[in-house]
């Protein structure tokens, strides 16, 4: 099985680490983001990796080149200019021929690739979209009436369970049908094949996700790998 990992953007929401370089190879510790990514995907048998490019793309390609020194193949499709989620993907229409995954290059998961991958044939679906259950607080209580406007329950601050769209997908080359130019999956795509009535299954699961696109996000996890390393190093 092969999975593109999308590593185009300009990551402006990661300013200023980003102006000189990519969000992918932002480091974590030692290592980039992209090398956990890579490396998780390994642990799962996956080992043909198609790395979208842009934004400073060859400090991606000197630091990875063929993939071999990390255990895995990769091939590059290359942007010259940003193509959205689903438009980085089209040019690589005749490098899959079964099913394959999607992920995006700067989030962290522990999510069990394998299972979803199982999910998605069990339900012959065209498309997988991975689903993290997260709960959202309220700022305020929230209060129901009935008809005559009686108060019939009150709930302080309660917390909201939600799926998030963890950027995390499953296809078969049918997708393609679907994807245009510079299409984005969720605004462009999904919508499409809802509306064709083309199936469409949600993988909802609990493991660790995060997507490393804030400045606080970033900084937080690094400061947690800086207590881990220094815990790690005491033992010694």
Known sequence: ????????????????????????????????????????????GITEVILTVGYLKEQIKKYFGDGSKFGVKITYL???????????VLPGKDLVKETFLV??????????????VDFHKSKKAIATIGLKRQGLPLEFGIAKTDKTERVVSFEEKPIVETLVN???????PEVF?????????????????????????????????????????YERI???????????????
């Open 78 to 88: 290359e942007e010259e200019r940003a193509l959205n989620t689903a438009g980085s």
């Open 222 to 236: 690094n400061q947690l790998i800086s207590i881990l390393d220094l815990i790690v190093s005491s033992k010694r």
């Open 177 to 217: 049908n679907y994807i245009k130019f510079g299409a984005d999956f969720a605004m462009d795509v999904f919508p499409e094949m809802l509306a064709g009535k083309a199936p469409i299954y949600g993988y909802m699961f609990d493991d660790y996700w995060l997507d490393i696109g804030r400045i606080n996000d």
């Open 103 to 116: 992920l995006m290059g700067d989030h962290l998961t522990t999510v069990n690739l394998k299972k979803m």
């Open 166 to 172: 963890a950027g995390i997908y499953i296809f078969e």
């Open 1 to 44: 099985m092969k999975a593109f990992v999308l590593c185009g953007g300009k990551g402006t929401r990661l300013l200023p680490y980003t102006y000189s370089l990519p969000k992918a190879m932002l480091p974590l510790g030692k290592k980039p983001i992209l090398e956990f990514v890579l490396n998780n995907l390994k642990s799962h």
